[in-house]
């Protein structure tokens, strides 16, 4: 079905779940908060799906964009950890994360639309109009909605939401 393999599946279900957990949080935390069940939920998806890339893709970048996503994830999560960043830490950790979110979401986007529906799919051509219209929508939606969090962020710190 969709031309997945078994380990594709693994990769797919696995990884999944963030991209509910990450629309949760932004809609009712403002950002991707680790500290909550959602943020739990959010890192151990990521995870599944940044490692199992590494066995299913095709595309030479995808290795790469993996490992940025898991530099940006543990960065993400870790940067509240550390006292000496001061007021950076909640900056570094929305950013990171909300990094790991657009890297979720191009290729979910990419691979949803050159395999549904089945057997006919939406884009076959990886230069299709549609395929990049979509792309640069998601790249618009993150860096107008970065640019949202870092401003209520200084606006109003952690109490924003």
């Known amino acids: 079905m969709f031309g997945i393999t078994p380990l594709g599946w693994l990769h797919t279900l696995g990884s999944l779940p963030a991209i509910p957990a990450a629309a949760y949080m932004i809609f009712r935390f403002?950002?991707?908060k680790p500290d909550s069940v959602p943020g739990y939920i959010y890192f151990v998806c990521m995870l599944?799906?940044?490692?199992?890339?590494?066995?299913v893709a095709k595309a030479p970048i995808s290795p790469a964009i993996a490992i940025v996503t898991m530099l940006c994830l543990f960065g993400?999560?870790?940067?509240?950890?550390?006292?000496?960043?001061?007021?950076?830490?909640?900056?570094i950790e929305t950013?990171?994360?909300?990094?790991?979110?657009?890297?979720?979401?191009?290729?979910s986007v990419s691979e949803t639309l050159r395999r549904?529906?089945?057997?006919?799919p939406f884009v076959t051509d990886?230069?299709?109009?549609?395929?990049?219209?979509?792309?640069?929508?998601?790249?618009?939606?993150f860096?107008?909605?970065l640019?949202?969090?870092i401003y209520c962020l200084a606006r109003y710190g952690d109490r924003a939401r």
């Open 48 to 55: 599944v799906g940044s490692l199992t890339i590494f066995l």
């Open 95 to 107: 950013s990171f994360l909300s990094l790991t979110v657009f890297l979720l979401m191009v290729p």
């Open 116 to 120: 549904v529906p089945d057997g006919h």
């Open 76 to 91: 993400g999560y870790a940067a509240n950890r550390y006292a000496f960043l001061g007021r950076l830490r909640k900056y």
């Open 126 to 141: 990886p230069n299709s109009v549609v395929l990049k219209g979509a792309v640069g929508l998601i790249a618009a939606v």
């Open 30 to 32: 403002g950002r991707i």
């Open 147 to 149: 640019a949202a969090q």
């Open 143 to 145: 860096v107008s909605g």
